[in-house]
Nanobody, 115 residues
Framework: QVQLAESGGGLVQAGGSLRLSCAAA????????MGWYRQAPGKQRELVAS???????NYRASVKGRFTISRDNAKSTVYLQMNSLKPEDSALYYC?????????WGQGTQVTVSS
């Protein structure tokens, strides 16, 4: 059973930066495509960024150029470096694999960006 643990969120002013981490315990991490998701109050969860096995990355348009996803397979950890944060980036951030059947969601980490 895979357990996901997100961390690194917090309260930051607009223009600031945060680095999120997500550890996936109990998985063969290196052959999994991983993603960061976020969910704001009253909105659906959305995919923010993904990173393939070989390191190819993809981002939603609204974060491209500001966010960077990376992974450390040895540590079964995926990261999300977030720069130039905007109030609209405020949400609960989660990680999970990109698959039809995903792992159970972790608690997420809250990111709040003040204007």
């Amino acid at each position: 059973q895979v357990q996901l643990a997100e961390s690194g969120g917090g309260l930051v002013q607009a223009g600031g930066s945060l680095r999120l981490s997500c550890a996936a315990a109990g998985s063969i991490f290196s052959n999994i495509v991983m993603g960061w998701y976020r969910q704001a109050p009253g909105k659906q969860r959305e995919l923010v960024a993904s990173i393939a096995i070989g390191g190819t990355t993809n981002y939603r348009a609204s974060v491209k150029g500001r966010f960077t996803i990376s992974r450390d397979n040895a540590k079964s950890t995926v990261y999300l470096q977030m720069n130039s944060l905007k109030p609209e980036d405020s949400a609960l951030y989660y990680c999970n694999k990109l698959a039809v059947t995903q792992w159970a969601w972790g608690q997420g980490t809250q990111v709040t960006v003040s204007s």
